[in-house]
């Protein structure tokens, strides 16, 4: 696995899914909650895919050029990233338009029956 990451897993649990995971979480969030669209999430994983390798880097003495190691990283990120920006949207979604729409599961929501 160190050779796919270029660090450790522990290292790689820490850095990647805890703390730059908690910043994918918060920065789909910002983006949901700002109305901007989906497509504005692959620059912002990019840079966190970034900052993660560079935080590998300078605190564990990991690779900062794996090219496996970003990719990987910034996929992982991109995927916490998406998953809060789909729940945050859907619930305000349902939060603003209560009588056009229904919750169909976390991820979800349909239009009312009746409603055109």
């Known amino acids: 696995m160190e050779a796919i ?3 450790s897993i522990s290292v790689t ?22 109305w901007r669209p989906m497509s504005q999430m692959l620059p912002y994983a990019i840079l966190l ?11 564990f003495n990991g690779e900062l050029l794996s090219l496996s190691g970003f990719i990987f990283d910034t ?3 991109f995927a916490i ?3 809060s920006f789909r729940i945050v949207r859907v ?3 349902l939060s603003q338009y209560p009588w ?3 919750r169909v599961g976390p991820f979800a929501y ?4 009746g409603v055109e």
């Open 81 to 83: 990233a998406m998953v």
């Open 13 to 34: 649990i820490g850095i990647t899914i805890i703390l730059m995971g908690f910043c994918a979480m918060m920065t789909g969030q910002a983006v949901a909650n700002t």
């Open 75 to 77: 996929v992982i990120l």
């Open 91 to 93: 619930n305000k979604m």
């Open 100 to 102: 056009l729409y229904e």
């Open 49 to 59: 895919g970034l900052t993660d390798r560079f935080l590998g880097f300078a605190l």
């Open 5 to 7: 990451t270029g660090t």
């Open 110 to 113: 349909r239009s009312r029956e």
